[in-house]
Each structure stands twice: as C-alpha cells, then as structure tokens.
Nanobody, 127 residues
Framework: QVQLAESGGGLVQAGESRRLSCAAS????????VAWFRQAPGKDRTFVAA???????????DSSDSMKGRFTISRDNAKNTVYLQMNSLRPEDTAVYYC?????????????????WGQGTQVTVSS
C-alpha cells in the first residue's frame, strides 16, 4: 500500500508564499499523475492542480481567478516528490491541502478520480 505524506503547511501571513511537498513511500510515485486538492472548513474537498507522470502536462482548477497564476504544481521524480508552490496567499486559501496519486478512472477534478491520498497538511493564512 502506497503512503503519501504532505508537508510544508503552517501559519502564514496574507501575501506570503508557501511550498507544499508530497512524498511517497515507494518509488512508484514517478510513474503516476499526482494532484493537489484542498478542503476548507465546512466545505467539500476541491481540486487545485494536477501534473502528469513526467511533469510535461499540468492542470489547474477552473475556479475563475481563485488560484490561477498564484499556484504552481511541479515534480522532481529523482526525489520522488511533487510540489505545490503557493504565492500571494489569501485568507480564503486557508484549508487542509491533500495530495492524491494514481488515476482511478474518474474525472481528473473529482475526489473519486484518484486512488491514493495523503493525510493532508493544514495551511492557515492570516490577514
């Protein structure tokens, strides 16, 4: 059973940057697409970004300009790690951020579309 572990969360001030990391217990992460989702208090878990196995294709949330241009997903397969760089953070970015790996056949943007999940890392943005 593959285990994913997110790190890099914490308390930040509005306008600051943070980089989240997603590491896997096995080298197979480099063979899979990986996504980031987030879940704000009292809300559903929603798609943030995804990247294919070789890093050549990236996908971002369609949610207007909520995250566009501020978040960047990348990966370093040599380190078996996927990153989410978050810039110009806003209080509304406060959420638990989860990474997910291996497509399950569902929609890219759907929670059900991914087989493996980490436990999440809390990001809190203060104003």
């Amino acid at each position: 059973q593959v285990q994913l572990a997110e790190s890099g969360g914490g308390l930040v001030q509005a306008g600051e940057s943070r980089r989240l990391s997603c590491a896997a217990s096995e080298r197979t992460l480099s063979k899979w697409a990986v996504a980031w989702f987030r879940q704000a208090p009292g809300k559903d878990r929603t798609f943030v970004a995804a990247i294919n196995s070789n890093g050549g294709d990236t996908y971002y949330s369609d949610s207007s300009d909520s995250m566009k241009g501020r978040f960047t997903i990348s990966r370093d397969n040599a380190k078996n790690t996927v990153y989410l760089q978050m810039n110009s953070l806003r209080p509304e970015d406060t959420a638990v951020y989860y990474c997910a790996a291996e497509r399950a056949g569902g929609g890219l943007y759907d929670v059900g579309g991914w087989n493996y999940w980490g436990q999440g890392t809390q990001v809190t943005v203060s104003s």
